[in-house]
């Protein structure tokens, strides 16, 4: 899978769009780019996912640049129940199907 | 909203003994997964499962740890002799197809502390 790096740590106030950034500059064609968070100790949540286009659902969106070497997660109107890790993740099939975690991007909501 | 469910939540148990880790995948996923997370550390793959055989294992999977399909809705990890080291959050994930372009949902976890 391609490396990412994203800032360890970010605060967003509350109610205003949190924007957290990825680098995968070594992405290849059919790698997908996915999100996860994690709150405290709990089980990583999905939240979304792409190859090329910008997604969106109900808990965010997906920005990824044309070249495909970045994307942005886009939480629009953060609230304090979305502090946690944000984990960019870059999935190929080559590298079999399993997920592989970073060190995230620790994100501090703040009233 | 389906969901991965695990248990026991918390699981204590002395070194040397035996360990089954449980979990309910979504009930129309066919892919399972077995990750943990040793405190302060990443979350890591331990094992995936489907059609009742291993398809990929990590170098932490070593002889001590076999996953099962006992019925057609648990899936379990067992650690036969337990070491310290083992002490980790423990997390279930199951997926509706292994391709990449399908998400992958995961339990709450279960703490296993070994003493």
């Known amino acids: 899978d391609a490396k990412t790096t994203q800032p360890p740590s970010m605060d967003c106030a509350e109610g205003r769009a949190a924007n957290l950034p990825c680098n995968h500059s070594?992405?290849?064609?059919?790698?997908?780019v996915y999100w996860y968070r994690q709150i405290h100790s709990q089980g990583p949540q999905y939240i979304i996912h792409?190859?090329?286009n910008n997604e969106t659902n109900e808990m965010a969106s997906l920005i990824i640049t044309e070249d495909r070497k970045s994307s942005t997660l886009i939480l629009p109107h953060a609230t304090l129940r979305d502090t946690a890790v944000y984990y960019c993740?870059?999935?190929?099939?080559?590298?079999?199907?399993?997920?592989?975690f970073g060190g995230g991007t620790r994100v501090l909501v703040k009233p | 909203e389906p969901e991965v469910t695990q248990t026991p939540s918390h699981q204590v148990t002395q070194m040397g003994q035996e360990v089954i880790l449980r979990c309910v995948p979504i009930?129309?996923?066919?892919?399972f997964y077995w990750y943990r997370q040793i405190l302060g550390q990443k979350v890591e793959f331990l094992v995936s499962?489907?059609?009742?055989?291993?398809?990929?294992k990590s170098e932490i999977f070593d002889d001590q740890f076999s996953v099962e399909r006992p019925d057609g809705s648990n899936f379990t990890l067992k650690i036969r002799s337990t070491k310290l080291e083992d002490s980790a959050m423990y997390f279930c994930?199951?997926?509706?197809?292994?391709?990449?372009?399908?998400?992958?949902?995961f339990g709450p976890g279960t703490r296993l502390t070994v003493t």
């Open positions: 070594t992405i290849s064609g059919n790698e997908y």
């Open positions: 792409g190859l090329k």
């Open positions: 009930s129309n996923h066919l892919y």
């Open positions: 993740i870059v999935r190929s099939k080559a590298a079999g199907n399993k997920l592989t």
């Open positions: 994930a199951s997926s509706a197809d292994v391709n990449v372009a399908y998400e992958q949902y």
């Open positions: 499962f489907y059609n009742n055989e291993i398809s990929e």
